[in-house]
């Protein structure tokens, strides 16, 4: 039995990006880890949760449940904001090396066979993510886990698809759709594509777990756009999920 271990930034992360891998390793009998390396309580959220952190951590713990996941780990950080300006111990005032050995202390203790972070552009460029793929890069040498792929989604269908839905979709003052020409990762770039559409039941109630993050105060967020597709259209966005597998590490 292998193990597989996915570091996340935020709780809802592992929803959007490898839940349909992680169902499926854990059905097919490997052992799944999650990692979660802060707490999210910076996130975007409807005013009547007054203890945000406490509820994303009761959403992840159902997320875990439903896509069979047999440990989640919390690295014990505090979310740094969308821009880093989060005071406290956050993720990006921390220093990576120490970051990187509570995760290889993980990877240890699991014997882990893979570890799954993001790549280098951090998906959209969230601070978190960044330094979530700096600490999984470093913890791999320090553990001598040799398999690690990076999380990730083509970059040029992203774009495109950003770009269309601001034809439809008034995006806010102060989103820039032109940055997603650098984010996540080129198509040329991209070494595994995993079918889970025969998970897709289970990815989406791993992403209907994550309520808080639907929408804040009546303005819907990714989340719910997904949650809103209907079947064939959930199946065509979501029916694979997308990595670049790191040849070395060390």
Known sequence: MATLVCLHAHPDNEALLTAGTMARAAAEGQRVVLVVATDGA??????????????????????????????????????????????????????????AARLAAVLDEERADV???????????????????EVGVGAAVLAGTARVFEATAPREAIARAVRLAGLVYPYPPDFDARSFAHAFTPSAQITHRVDVRAYLGRKRAAMAAHASQASADGADRTLAAFLRLPAPAYAAVCGREFYRGREQVG
């Open 115 to 133: 570890l799954v972070t993001y790549d280098a552009a951090g998906g959209y460029g969230h601070p978190d993510h960044v330094r979530c793929h």
């Open 42 to 99: 910076a996130g975007l959220a409807s005013a009547a949760y007054t203890d945000l952190a406490a509820a994303r951590d009761a959403e992840l713990a159902e997320s875990a449940r439903v896509l069979g996941v047999a440990r989640v780990v919390r690295l014990g950080y505090a979310d740094s904001g969308l821009n880093g300006e989060e005071p406290g111990a956050t993720l990006v005032r921390a220093p990576v090396g120490e970051a």
